[in-house]
């Protein structure tokens, strides 16, 4: 079975441009995470989909930064403009409905400059 | 506000001995509460995790002692390997919340030959 894939590995980009990430979940799995760590500090909630549906958007930082999950798989977190501080290691996770363990991707790692 | 804090911040302990982390939180409602372990360019993946119903969990060389009235968690790596050096993060959860994941900043452990 394929884990949590995400898209791309690793992001360079100027201050003020836009940067997509995207997530493909386990399939099956209807909760989607994202998640981001900044520069050696804990792991942060940004929000959680289920199916299409955001559930809990409570972590998003600001409105630059804008996530989607169409027809309820894969998702994409998008941050325009992009600022010094968006700068980390940002993971999706999914699970079963239901489920508890969350299933981390390997993170993007975004450094904008 | 980070809901629990872990220490130490980086372990350096030899083959064969115990890695020990803490962490410690505040609010009650939690119930669920994982271990994850990062290597270098993965993301986190579940090692082990209790509900407050019981106080010690064990699996394989890894150990959840949990103090409920003290509100304090902690993870005993035994006759650790080197194979074991990789970030852990504590974390937890309560059933209100959908599964949104609140980590410690997280313990570098690195077991020296």
């Known amino acids: 079975e394929a884990g949590v894939t995400q898209f791309p590995s690793h992001s360079v980009i100027e201050k003020g441009q836009t940067v997509t990430l995207r997530c493909d979940p386990i399939?099956?799995?209807?909760?989607l995470y994202w998640y981001r760590r900044v520069m050696g500090k804990e792991i942060k909630f940004l929000l959680h989909?289920?199916?299409?549906?955001?559930?809990?958007e409570s972590g998003m930082p600001n409105n630059r930064f804008l996530a989607e999950r169409t027809g309820g798989t894969y998702s994409t977190l998008k941050v325009q403009p992009a600022e010094l501080e968006d700068s980390g290691v940002y993971f999706c996770?999914?699970?079963?409905?239901?489920?508890?363990?969350?299933?981390f991707g390997p993170g993007t790692r975004l450094l904008v400059l | 506000q980070q809901q629990v804090k872990q220490s130490p911040q980086s372990l350096i302990v030899q083959k064969g001995g115990i890695s020990i982390i803490n962490c410690a939180y505040e609010?009650?409602?939690?119930?669920?509460f994982p271990w994850y372990q990062q290597f270098p360019g993965k993301g986190p993946a579940l090692l082990i995790a209790?509900?407050?119903?019981?106080s010690e969990k064990k699996e394989g060389r890894f150990t959840i002692s949990f103090n409920k009235s003290a509100k304090q968690f902690s993870l005993h790596i035994m006759d650790s390997q080197p194979g074991d050096s990789a970030t852990y993060f504590c974390?937890?959860?309560?059933?209100?919340?959908?599964?949104?994941?609140?980590f410690g900043a997280g313990t570098q452990v690195v077991v020296t030959p």
């Open positions: 996770a999914s699970s079963q409905g239901g489920g508890e363990t969350q299933y």
């Open positions: 399939s099956g799995h209807d909760n």
């Open positions: 989909f289920v199916k299409e549906s955001k559930q809990d």
């Open positions: 609010n009650t409602a939690f119930d669920y």
């Open positions: 209790i509900r407050p119903d019981v």
């Open positions: 974390a937890l959860t309560d059933g209100g919340s959908w599964g949104k994941l609140q």
